[in-house]
T-cell receptor
Framework: EAQVTQNPRYLITVTGKKLTVTCSQN?????MSWYRQDPGLGLRQIYY???????DKGDVPEGYKVSRKEKRNFPLILESPSPNQTSLYFC????????????FGPGTRLTVT | AQTVTQSQPEMSVQEAETVTLSCTYD???????LFWYKQPPSRQMILVIR??????QNATENRFSVNFQKAAKSFSLKISDSQLGDTAMYFC????????????FGPGTRLSVLP
């Protein structure tokens, strides 16, 4: 089954404790992306990757890191989480090219206390 | 930078009726791509419909259609014969045709279909 998986689905952590949210896709997609969703703001792009070893900032990259060492994986790293990073996070992937559909993971609900 | 605006935070419609969700955007690009995504209470993001700016003809997918007005930078979604399963958040999204191909989403419209 073609899918994007994210882990964990729910996470409660404390300020400053490094964490990683994993994202993996099995569709051989070149393009992968991370978003955060906050009420009234929609989805905002954090980072995206056009292919292996190619990443770029989205609209809200501060406080986040990513890496793309393999085509299928695109982890999101919070080196020192803060309460303002409490949010719902989505990973997505697609073929490169404008009209291709993005496939989204199920989301990760992160709470930073 | 591109921006996407959805001016209706919440809407409701009676089952079987028609409803239109509005979306406007701002860009200096000549070619780009527009999408409507649906997010039901399950939180899963589901593609509803998409349109390339170069194509004049409005996209249609079953009960869903768009009214794309390029000069006005408007991309509204019409849902015909509304069903209870259409209850969801609806997000309008813009994707540029530049190298980065970054996506920009609007703030969303919460649609409730009433029995």
């Amino acid at each position: 089954e073609a899918q994007v998986t994210q882990n964990p689905r729910y996470l409660i952590t404390v300020t400053g404790k490094k964490l990683t949210v994993t994202c993996s896709q099995n569709m051989n997609h070149e393009y992968m992306s991370w978003y955060r969703q906050d009420p009234g703001l929609g989805l905002r792009q954090i980072y995206y990757s056009m292919n292996v070893e190619v990443t770029d900032k989205g609209d809200v990259p501060e406080g986040y890191k990513v890496s793309r060492k393999e085509k299928r994986n695109f982890p999101l790293i919070l080196e020192s989480p803060s309460p303002n990073q409490t949010s719902l996070y989505f990973c997505a992937s697609s073929l490169s090219g404008g009209l291709y559909e993005q496939y989204f993971g199920p989301g990760t609900r992160l709470t930073v206390t | 930078a591109q921006t996407v605006t959805q001016s209706q935070p919440e809407m409701s419609v009676q089952e079987a009726e028609t409803v239109t969700l509005s979306c406007t955007y701002d860009t200096s690009e000549n070619n780009y791509y527009l999408f409507w995504y649906k997010q039901p209470p399950s939180r899963q993001m589901i593609l509803v419909i998409r349109q390339e700016a170069y194509k004049q003809q409005n996209a249609t997918e079953n009960r869903f259609s768009v009214n794309f007005q390029k000069a006005a930078k408007s991309f509204s979604l019409k849902i015909s014969d509304s069903q209870l399963g259409d209850t969801a958040m609806y997000f309008c999204a813009f994707r540029g045709d530049n190298y980065g191909q970054n996506f920009v989403f609007g703030p969303g419209t919460r649609l409730s279909v009433l029995p």
